[in-house]
């Protein structure tokens, strides 16, 4: 049974609220969504990386496009055009089915929590939105989450800082908390 409050409950990458679980052991706090949006919402955080058990401090991570290895009729290990996520020290290991079946499990919990909203943390391997420079695709958790929810409002904090896609943001947000009010 969700627990209906009169806050917006938002997913939250969980650095951006300042607990240290980046591979550095550190963390990227966001004050405006700390201190300004804060105390108007209920926070949901979640840390991919740290919930599928790789830990912290740990190897950085990156995605990359792979390409077909082996014969692609017997035994290919990967598949022309797909994303891989692996760590950027040697060896490489691929963490990505790791990360796939950790996403699947938790957005299925956060589908069930009756989440308002979705903050994501630019450039991560796990939690990009976008291709950048340094991450090939949405990260993915990423995009697991708009593929199963794509109804919720979902920004990361670098949109954020526009202050007209942050007003947007934050009233899709209540918006989407006064339709499900109305729903429960």
């Given at each position: ?28 706090r ?41 014969h ?14 692996l ?35 630019a450039?991560?391997p796990?939690?990009?939105?976008e ?54």
């Amino acid at each position: 049974m969700i627990a209906v409050t009169d806050r917006p409950r938002i997913g939250i990458s969980a650095c951006l609220l300042g607990e240290h679980v980046r591979y550095d052991g550190g963390d990227k706090r966001n004050a405006w969504l700390v201190d300004d949006l804060g105390p108007r919402v209920e926070w949901v955080p979640v840390c991919p990386e740290v919930e599928a058990g790789f830990g912290t401090p740990r190897e950085p991570m990156k995605l990359v496009r792979t390409v077909t290895v082996g014969h692609p009729f017997r035994g290919a290990t990967t598949i022309l055009g797909s994303t891989a996520m692996l760590t950027t020290m040697r060896p490489r290991p691929d963490l990505t089915e790791a990360l796939r079946t950790f996403s699947e499990r938790r957005i299925e919990e956060l589908a069930a929590a009756g989440l308002d909203g979705y903050v994501l943390k630019a450039g991560s391997p796990s939690c990009a939105i976008e291709s950048t420079s340094d991450v090939a695709g949405p990260g993915l958790f990423a995009a697991a989450l708009i593929w199963r929810m794509p109804e919720l409002p979902v920004v990361d904090e670098q949109q954020l800082a526009d202050p007209s896609l942050r007003r947007r943001f934050v009233d899709r947000v209540f918006a989407h908390h006064a339709k499900g009010k109305v729903a429960r």
